[in-house]
């Protein structure tokens, strides 16, 4: 009883506004208090998702999921289609994977994507990436991404990846993910040695990239014969579980990522901390929509690799896989047209999270043009850094049109920079998309300390921006 009357309160006070402002104004709305009624979906999915993270982590364990995920709901590879398959997939590299479901109507008047990146940051080894340091065998690393390099300092680490043996065997490899396995970590100095200088110093020089390794292993093997007796105890280990040898790092793609699993963050539980929501989120929630979602136009998904490193590479955005696929599915069905033609006249959102506004940092941002942790599904207009350098800006008559569709479906949304102007800057898959002509603009959850280990996202965000997804799939 109690509280209704709280609420009437509240109703009661929002009715105090004039009438003039409720019609003049625009009003950021809290997500929570729009969706109420559907948080327990809110709950279901925030759930599915951290299931989701909390498994599948490098690019290639990401796309297996996918593959399975397709096969499971009536995806055909493209190997396997023939002119009437309606749900096709194609995997390029084992790193990208694009599923497409097909309608009646010719290709040439488009289709709906949704793209995303699924690489995510991490510490990669080296290709020669043992060394001893006695007392330690040193995992030698390199970062990868935009990271700041003290969050990695004292943070458990799995390794996650595959070799390739002197045969050409790919073997599997995962350590430091089950409570009983060891991780690994790049230990930080201690406080009582830093010294005046040391807590002086900037803070992309508290630790270098160079000086970024992780302890492998401590206890030397048995054997005094051999010089670097660390060194032999992690690469027997190695070779006990993988049957490999030191040579065989060169032909491997092994990664040391965060070993933490996801948490609800918030007394309310109304949070989500993990590692890489960035960008796994966006994916995840564009491929449920993409499988929930009833459309009448051509829907396609596209997952790529190396968005954090500016999508270069035959695995990226860059590369030609998804007009080659396209192309493909012309031939197979034998339509009259060409991929630059479906793509031109295509929509899409190019998935991705932005930085949510954080009370701590509330300098970085501008008040009227940043998005709120739990204020809903963030669309924005550009990116780029300084001047908009690099950045995409979709037209007005595109974000016209995502209004409409977020209005209709009544789906909480917000809009913003990622930061104040001349702060600094960031960008997405968006421009190269945009290069076919398509209209196209970015649209995600806000974020909490992206790109560190543990990054922050609302479970009400989450949840929005899987039904804007699912709006814009199944929009006229
Ligand atoms: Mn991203
Ligand atoms: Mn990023």
């Known amino acids: 009883m109690i509280l209704l009357a709280k609420d ?13 402002e409720k019609e003049l104004f625009y009003e950021k709305k809290s997500a929570w208090d729009a969706l109420r009624e ?6 279901k999915l925030g759930n599915d998702y951290r299931e989701f993270i909390d498994n599948y982590k490098s690019e290639r364990e990401i796309i297996d999921y996918a593959q399975k995920i397709a096969k499971k709901n009536g995806f055909v590879d493209i190997k396997d289609a023939n002119p009437s398959t309606k ?5 390029n590299h084992s790193k990208n994977i694009l599923l497409i479901e097909l309608t009646n109507s010719p290709l040439e008047e488009g289709m709906r994507i949704i793209g995303s990146h699924i690489d995510s940051l991490r510490l990669d080894l080296k290709m020669s990436p043992v060394y001893e340091a006695n007392p ?30 002197k045969k050409g065997e790919k073997i599997n490899v995962t350590i430091g993910e089950k409570e009983d396995e060891p991780v690994f970590v790049i230990s930080d100095l201690l406080p009582h040695l830093e010294g005046a200088e040391g807590r002086e110093k900037l803070a992309k020089d508290i630790i270098k990239g160079e000086d970024m390794d992780a302890i492998g292993a401590t206890i030397p093997i048995e054997d005094k014969k051999i ?8 690469l027997k280990t190695m070779n006990d579980e993988y049957n490999i040898t030191e040579h ?14 996801s948490r609800e963050v918030g007394i309310d539980y109304g949070m989500i901390g993990a590692p890489a929501h960035d960008d796994r989120i966006c994916s995840y929630l564009g491929l449920e929509a993409m499988l929930k979602s009833e459309s009448k136009k051509a829907k396609l998904l596209l997952w790529t690799d190396k968005e954090e490193i500016g999508s270069v590479g035959n695995t990226s955005m860059e590369s030609m896989f998804l007009e080659n696929i396209i192309e493909k599915i012309i031939t197979l069905r034998k339509e009259k047209t060409t991929a630059k033609e479906v793509l031109q006249n295509s929509k899409a959102l190019s998935a991705d999270v932005t930085s949510g506004f954080d009370p701590k940092f509330a300098d970085k941002m501008d008040p009227t043009n940043m998005n709120k942790p739990g204020f809903g599904v963030a669309v924005e207009k550009y990116t780029g850094a300084g001047g908009k350098s690099y950045g995409s800006d979709a037209n007005a008559e595109y974000i016209s049109w995502i209004r409409e569709m977020l209005e209709e479906a009544k789906i909480p949304w917000q809009h913003g920079e990622l930061g104040k102007v001349d702060q600094g800057g960031g960008g997405t898959i968006a421009y190269i998309l945009a290069k076919y002509n398509m209209d196209i603009v970015d649209m995600g959850p806000p974020v909490l300390a992206m790109h560190s280990p543990f990054e922050l996202v609302s479970k009400i965000d989450l949840y929005a921006t899987f039904k804007a997804y699912k709006a814009f799939y199944e929009k006229k």
């Open 248 to 261: 065989d790092f060169t032909s491997a793609e092994l990664s040391l990522y965060p070993a933490i699993k």
């Open 8 to 20: 009437k309160k509240v109703n009661e006070q929002k009715d105090e506004r004039s009438k003039l």
């Open 87 to 91: 749900k096709i997939y194609a995997i």
């Open 38 to 43: 559907e948080k327990k979906m809110a709950d």
């Open 227 to 234: 010089k670097e007796r660390i060194k032999a105890t992690f």
């Open 136 to 165: 330690f065998l040193m995992i030698n690393l390199h970062y990868y991404g935009g990271i700041k390099k003290y969050h990695w300092l004292n943070t458990p680490l799995a390794m996650h990846g595959v070799i390739f043996n």
